[in-house]
């Protein structure tokens, strides 16, 4: 993929195409963390070297150097914080989208032998028609005229 195209939802549907998703996006964002934090770094000590103002309590030009600054600390850690957001959403499409068939698909299969059947493809039961059952109830006519939802 050349740096003129962009990205797409298609492309992420692929475990491959995520992973390399993933470490172009960090190998952008990381040197802007980088440069955010040596330049609040840099910054702070800038600020930490004035003097304090006429009329500050002690202490303050302390306090007003870190208020200052501050943004710029959040700004590199909110930076860094889409790295693990777009960690996550890997994460989290694989298991909800690539390992939740197959979980389930498996847990049909130990169900299934579970009951003493044989694993076999479940299929819907045809619409308009409720299933016949195979064995005669307990119970005589007493329930026949129940429906289920009636």
Known sequence: ????????PDMLQSP???????????????PIV????????EMDAEVRE???IEGDLPGQARLRARHVTKPLFKAADDVEKTISDLIAFNARFQRSYEELPQKREK???QKAI???RAPQAIESPSTGADPEPTEKPHFGDVFDDLRRGA
């Open 1 to 8: 993929m050349n740096a003129a195209e962009k990205w797409t």
């Open 16 to 30: 491959m195409n995520r992973a390399l998703h993933l470490e172009q996006r960090r190998a952008q964002l990381l």
């Open 34 to 41: 980088d440069d955010l934090r040596r330049l609040a770094r």
């Open 50 to 52: 004035y003097g304090a």
């Open 107 to 109: 847990k049909r299969e």
């Open 114 to 116: 579970a009951k003493g």
